[in-house]
């Protein structure tokens, strides 16, 4: 919904972020949980990415709407999705900093994905900001974020989530 933030209270991305939080309210960063600390305009603490361990288990929630800002399903390709530079590196910290034995994973879809719907799991993983290729089987990832690592998935690969 990133791509319907215009700056102003009045919007789509800021409703529906608002409504979540009175009536589906995710966790925020404190003692228990991990997540983005940045306070946005009008909206405060998103709470929209975040994580937790329970007993010898990481599990991490991320959002691949926020960051976003080219409305997908328009375009050639699929990198307009994104995590967004935040996300990524907290994702990254937060599972090169876990000593738990099992670690979960949480998207709504893959961070580019397959088509206009950027559907798709394991046939669609290594495309995109997910996998680092573009749909010709070139390399893009460097392209395309050029201050990053690697892509995501060689980083849940590395940091063996199940």
Known sequence: MGW????????LAIWSI???QIC???PVPDSFYSG???????IGIKDSFF???????????LD??????DKPGNKIDNWGWTLGEE?????IQTLENSQESFKFVFIHHLVGGCGEASRGGVECARYYEWGGTNTDET????THRPNWSEPIHDILVQNNVS
């Open 4 to 11: 319907e933030h215009d700056g102003t209270d009045s919007n």
């Open 18 to 20: 608002q409504a979540r």
């Open 24 to 26: 589906y309210p995710n």
């Open 36 to 42: 983005s600390k940045i306070s946005e305009p009008i």
């Open 51 to 61: 994580s937790w361990c329970w007993g010898n288990a990481l599990f991490v929630v």
């Open 64 to 69: 691949p709407y926020w960051y976003t800002k």
């Open 87 to 91: 996300q990524y590196h907290w994702l």
């Open 139 to 142: 390399y893009g990832f460097q």
